[in-house]
């Protein structure tokens, strides 16, 4: 294994959020009505949209202000939802790093999350790290990739990258990267 292996987060690293029942009564809505705001604004809030301005939007939606107290309250119940690490890919960064594997992250995710990952013992494994929140471009564009590649200062084609969206998948390729859809630690072994 040669060259750079790149990560996504979401549902690669962690699993699914559980934070939406949650997050749907501390605005006091039914998770039916609740969930698909938060999706639908989710990919600005990805880009790089605050968190005031992510909450207000849902709130708005649904009838409901949001104020910056009450958008703090649903940061963090979120970052929570998305901080559920698996044990099994734990497993497989920490054997890529102790091998000498050169690792970075990239996710679509928001700077609020981002701080909070930056603190995370996980991300020690990682070398260069890309939050689309931090840079304002986001999976699937061309553009985000584009950046990755930079970062790293190897041709596209020195990356294989893991994501659990085929449109990531399309798009990282689309770019040159080696790019697989995340089917768990072990298929990414049998990969690498």
């Not at 790149?6 to 009564?25: H, N, Q, S």
């Not at 893991?162 to 990414?188: C, M, P, T």
């Amino acid at each position: 294994m040669t060259g750079w292996v790149v990560f996504d987060y979401g549902e690669v690293i962690c699993g699914r959020t559980t934070a939406l029942p949650k997050l749907a009564a501390t605005l006091g809505v039914p998770l039916a009505e609740f969930e698909p705001q938060y999706w639908r604004l989710r990919d600005a809030y990805d880009r790089g949209s605050s968190d005031l301005e992510y909450w207000g939007g849902i709130g708005e939606a649904l009838g409901v202000p949001v104020d910056e107290s009450t958008s703090d309250k649903l940061t963090e119940i979120d970052i929570r939802g998305w901080s559920d690490v698996r044990e099994s890919s734990l497993e497989l960064l920490a054997g890529l790093s102790a091998a000498g594997v050169p690792l970075a992250l990239l996710s679509n995710a928001p700077s609020s999350f981002a701080r909070f990952a930056e603190r995370q013992d996980w991300m020690r494994h990682f070398r260069v790290r890309v939050f689309s929140g931090d840079v304002g471009v986001a999976k699937p564009d061309a553009e985000i990739f584009e950046l990755l590649v930079a970062r790293l200062g190897v041709p596209a084609g020195d990356c294989v990258f893991f994501d659990d969206r085929q449109s990531n998948v399309e798009g990282a390729r689309a770019a040159g990267l080696r790019a697989h859809l995340w089917d768990g630690a072990e298929a990414a072994r049998a990969v690498l």
